[in-house]
């Protein structure tokens, strides 16, 4: 199909593009001012927690995860990937919003008042929705930042670390330095990988979470993972990679590598909107810090994205509040909601 068919006559107040726990505090929000909100998500609803290692758990307590006033309850101090999951899954059934999943948003045309968003379902089948404002809640979890090295396409080599069961006894390499690395290369060791730490820096990431870096430090301390610091890995082979230390290239025999070095948010996507992304600040989406409106009328941020290139800045913590700026302006500029919502 060479052209954008549409599948509805309907015409949101509000579309949002991502439904991570931002996306839906932001269609949540506008739903309970009355307006007529939608999320389009180009996996399940939230893709990224979903993608997260399998057994993980969040730094944070459960009550600052919340969205929509629903309380998350758990026996836990801190819930794991499963509960978020189930949580976020509840309260957008308690708020019936609208979902649709495994829809792409590959291009968006027309202007404020009246957005023309083009999708592309699994199928490769086109799409059309129309929206009066636009909300950009699309994370950084699907672009890792890639070391660029040889070797790096070989499909032993990932971004994204899951579960430790399949590198059983297997020489396994994690780069990084910060909570993703440290997290998985305990995770791997505790589960029979032997297991080897390169980080460019000379110490972990100061970053790396309290109850954490103990538990690192006496496993590099013990022998039990060899870490070496202030080196980087430079090529990568089938059956071994080469690792660059102050003390000179060395080559050690590898099966499988975890790249844990970061994620970036889809900077290009973004401009393809039309809205600019500030050089002198960490590539952050101009916008109205107040409102979140970007420099393209009715086009809003929220959530991580709004802080460019510093992914550690908005979490859900802080980013489950854009939805209710992004409401208040929504009241502003739209006045009075949909009739059949208000
Ligand atoms: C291992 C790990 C642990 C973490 N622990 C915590 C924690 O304890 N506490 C905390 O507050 N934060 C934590 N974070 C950070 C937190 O998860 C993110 O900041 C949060 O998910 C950002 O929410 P978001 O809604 O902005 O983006 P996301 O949750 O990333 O949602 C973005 C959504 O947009 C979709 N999307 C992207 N592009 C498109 C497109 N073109 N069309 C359609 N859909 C699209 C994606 O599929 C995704 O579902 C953690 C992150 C990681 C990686």
New binding site residues.
């Given amino acids: 199909m060479s052209e954008f068919s549409a599948k509805n006559d309907e015409v949101y107040d509000m579309l949002v593009?991502?439904?991570?726990?931002?996306?839906l505090a932001c269609a949540i929000e506008a739903k309970r001012a009355g307006f007529k909100a939608v999320l389009?998500?180009?996996?399940c609803l939230?893709?990224?927690?979903f993608h997260?290692?399998a057994h993980?758990t969040?730094?944070?307590t459960p009550e600052?995860?919340e969205i929509g006033d629903i309380p998350f309850s758990s026996p836990n101090q801190?819930p794991n990937r499963m509960e978020a999951l189930e949580y976020y899954r509840k309260v957008a059934e308690h708020y019936a919003l609208d979902v649709r999943q495994y829809?792409?948003?590959?291009s968006v045309a027309g202007s404020d008042g009246d957005f023309i968003i083009h999708?592309t379902d699994r199928f490769e089948r086109r799409t059309k929705h129309r929206a009066r404002k636009l909300v950009i809640?699309?994370?950084?979890?699907?672009l890792p930042n890639y070391l660029n090295i040889a070797g790096e396409e070989l499909s032993k080599v990932r971004h994204y670390y899951h579960e430790p069961h399949p590198f059983f006894g297997l020489d396994v390499v994690v780069i990084g330095g910060k909570?993703?690395a440290a997290i998985a290369a305990l995770d791997l060791w505790r589960h029979g990988a032997k297991v080897t730490l390169v980080h460019r820096g000379p110490v972990m990431h100061a970053h790396v979470k309290y109850w954490i870096l103990p538990d690192i430090n006496n496993r590099v301390k013990n022998g039990e993972i060899t870490a070496y610091f202030n080196s980087s890995v430079i090529e990568v082979r089938e059956d071994d990679l080469t690792i660059v230390t102050p003390e000179g290239p060395v080559t050690i025999p590898n099966h499988f590598v975890f790249a844990l070095t970061g994620y970036h948010p889809?900077f290009s996507?973004i401009e393809r909107l039309g809205v600019k992304l500030d050089a002198d600040n960490d590539r952050c989406p101009v916008c109205d810090p107040a409102t979140l409106e970007s420099n393209v009328p009715g086009i809003y941020l929220?959530?991580?994205?709004v802080a460019g290139e510093r992914t550690n800045e908005?979490?859900?913590?802080n980013?489950r509040f854009h939805g209710k700026q992004i409401a208040d302006d929504l009241k502003v500029k739209l006045g009075s909601p949909s009739p059949a919502f208000a």
């Fill in positions: 593009i991502g439904a991570g726990p931002t996306g389009i998500d180009k996996g939230c893709n990224s927690l997260y290692p993980m969040f730094f944070t600052l995860l801190k829809e792409t948003v590959v999708t809640a699309t994370g950084y979890y699907d909570n993703s889809d996507f929220a959530g991580v994205i908005i979490f859900i913590e980013g």
